[in-house]
Nanobody, 122 residues
Framework: QVHLGESGGGLVQAGGSLRLSCAAS????????MGWYRQAPGNEREWVAS???????HYADSLKGRFTISRDNAKNTVYLQMNSLKPEDTAVYYC????????????????WGQGTQVTVSS
């Protein structure tokens, strides 16, 4: 089994900050890229950010400068630092991880966290 446990969501005022974390555990042979998506009620799920095993980060254009993704490979954990939050950032945030459970570099699966709610008030 592979489990991605998320934490860090909550209610903040516009302009505030939150730091989300997501730790992968279980039967993990290789942990590759990790990242975040978000989904607001009535909206499609959108990609937020990703980070490679080597630490190369990528962001949705609209979020550059406000969000920072990072990871701690020793802890199998990815973080999302969110600053200058806006009401439109309100959503459930889902982390994901690209994992090989058997060490075969040609066999990968995407695993998802259960989501953490972020609510930004005006």
């Amino acid at each position: 089994q592979v489990h991605l446990g998320e934490s860090g969501g909550g209610l903040v005022q516009a302009g505030g900050s939150l730091r989300l974390s997501c730790a992968a555990s279980g039967s993990i042979f290789i942990l590759d890229a990790m990242g975040w998506y978000r989904q607001a009620p009535g909206n499609e799920r959108e990609w937020v950010a990703s980070i490679t095993k080597g630490g190369s980060a990528h962001y949705a254009d609209s979020l550059k400068g406000r969000f920072t993704i990072s990871r701690d490979n020793a802890k199998n954990t990815v973080y999302l630092q969110m600053n200058s939050l806006k009401p439109e950032d309100t959503a459930v945030y889902y982390c994901y991880a690209r994992i090989s459970v058997n060490g075969d570099f040609g066999v990968w699966s995407n695993y998802w966290g259960q989501g953490t709610q972020v609510t930004v008030s005006s």
